[in-house]
């Protein structure tokens, strides 16, 4: 009798002790269901920020090639704020749940399932933009500043930049040579073809989170 009772007890404790871990999987998978739909409904914001930021520097470009005694220097003023400083967006993942998967070793609620290698793909897509976010940053903030500080009006760049106000005066340029202006000209290039790039990226990761969404949903009916 004292065997058949520890023996019940301990088929109890493994019942309890499955149906614990079985909750606390499906609360995860709901944490890691939420997190992937909020970074979705960002990409998809930033995806269309970025378009319309890709059309102003098109925009600056064309600007920055008009004739001298054409150049509408408001506007360039306007457009090389608007453009590159206020248009400023990067990617910021809703990450709780899946660093709590990784740190505490819950990730092996899900061996077995789809959900491991899916997660495994999103985060390497993830970091792949992350690193193209960076490189924009360090060419905006060592290349594209110092330029303005050397180059633009500094009482413009108050009025714009600081007070975010609409310029009264026509401001002016500060030692704009052929050669700086065609510094410039390279710069925004180069930004037009990081701001493809970090599009195309973004692009990948939705598409990653889409069948993380569809395989949690049919795992878990986290929908």
Not at 12 to 35: C, F, P, S, T, W
Not at 171 to 189: A, C, G, Q, V, W
Request: proline share 3%; charged share 25%.
């Amino acid at each position: 009798m004292l065997f058949l009772a520890v023996f019940c007890g301990f088929i109890a404790e493994n019942i309890r002790e499955h149906y614990v871990e079985h909750k606390r999987e499906k609360e995860l998978a709901m944490g890691l269901y939420k997190d992937i739909k909020a970074d979705t409904a960002q990409l998809n914001n930033i995806i269309r920020f970025r378009k319309t930021r890709a059309e102003q520097l098109d925009s600056l470009f064309i600007l920055l090639n008009q004739p001298p005694g054409q150049t509408n220097k408001t506007e360039i003023y306007h457009l090389a704020l608007k453009s590159i400083l206020f248009a400023y967006s990067d990617f910021s993942r809703s990450n709780g749940t899946t660093n709590e998967l990784k740190n505490s070793g819950y990730l092996r609620y899900f061996n077995g399932t789809s959900i491991p290698g899916i997660l495994a793909k999103y985060d390497a897509q993830v970091e792949a933009l992350e690193e193209f976010e960076k490189l924009e940053f360090n060419e905006i903030t060592d290349r594209y500043v110092p330029f303005l500080w050397q180059h633009f009006d500094a009482n413009a760049l108050e009025k714009s930049w600081y007070e975010r106000q609409p310029l009264e005066f026509e401001p002016r340029f500060i030692d704009m040579t052929e050669t700086n202006l065609n510094y410039l000209k390279s710069f925004i290039i180069s930004l037009k073809l990081i701001n493809r790039n970090i599009v195309v990226l973004l692009n990948y990761v939705l598409k990653a989170a889409t069948p993380f969404l569809e395989d949690l949903g049919k795992e878990y009916h986290t929908e």
